[in-house]
């Protein structure tokens, strides 16, 4: 069935980093892929979407690629803010009504 | 702003009681999702709508929730019989295709003690 992988459970960082998370998915059908960031006590809301393949898209300074030749729409920002930490999701669609979301990604960014 | 309202926001049921929560999607949204989101976070897929016709729904779902969608009333999500475990937050969202990011609620914050 279809599946998404976030390797990482939690990320830790100092404002001012670049930051990656990783996604990587499984699916046979033509994906359409998604971030969410959700914040304490928040809706999780779009971060960023794709189903362009080896095209960036960017929002708020975050950015990634859909590489569909390896399955994978890693989450990037070149300098992160104390205000990015959240809890970050990454969710997948394949055109059938259906999202099956990642495990999530913790960032927490420091002073 | 484009919204999901979900109510209520909070919501405290003692084990074997009925538990209900609703939903008013965004408006000409027609697909509507229901996600539990467990104490590690993690989403678990419950039912979702296309007007008011269910598409898919998980075993669980099925056996111990009644869901709806009627036509100009909000959707409902009821767990018939609450357990401990059911304590989680559960998330509602529509979208206007199949293709579409859902558009997320606030949430429903379900204890059962």
């Known amino acids: 069935g279809d599946s998404v992988t976030q390797t990482e459970g939690l990320v830790t960082l100092t404002k001012g980093l670049p930051v990656m998370l990783n996604c990587t998915y499984q699916?046979?059908?033509?994906?359409?892929l998604f971030w969410y960031v959700q914040h304490l006590n928040e809706a999780p809301k779009l971060l960023l979407k794709?189903?362009?393949?080896?095209k960036r898209t960017e929002h708020q300074g975050f950015y990634a690629t859909l590489h569909k030749s390896s399955s994978s729409f890693h989450l990037q920002k070149s300098s992160v803010q104390l205000s990015d930490s959240a809890l970050y999701f990454c969710?997948?669609?394949?055109?059938?009504?259906?999202?099956?979301f990642g495990s999530g990604t913790r960032l927490l960014v420091s002073p | 702003n484009s919204k999901v309202i979900q109510t209520p926001r909070y919501l405290v049921k003692g084990q074997g009681q009925k538990a209900k929560m609703r939903c008013i999607p965004e408006?000409?949204?027609?697909?509507v999702f229901w996600y539990q989101q467990n104490k590690n976070n993690e989403f678990k897929f419950l039912i979702n709508?296309?007007?008011?016709?269910?598409?898919?729904q998980i075993d669980m779902t099925e056996k111990r929730f009644s869901a709806e969608c009627p036509s100009n009333s909000p959707c409902s999500l009821e767990i018939q019989s609450s357990e401990a475990g059911d304590s989680a937050l559960y998330l509602c969202?529509?979208?206007?295709?199949?293709?579409?990011?859902?558009?997320f609620g606030e949430g429903t914050r379900l204890s059962v003690l």
């Open positions: 699916t046979t059908y033509s994906p359409f």
């Open positions: 408006k000409g949204h027609p697909v």
């Open positions: 969202a529509s979208s206007l295709t199949g293709n579409q990011a859902p558009l």
């Open positions: 794709s189903s362009t393949d080896n």
């Open positions: 709508f296309q007007n008011q016709e269910v598409l898919q």
């Open positions: 969710a997948l669609g394949t055109g059938g009504y259906k999202v099956v």
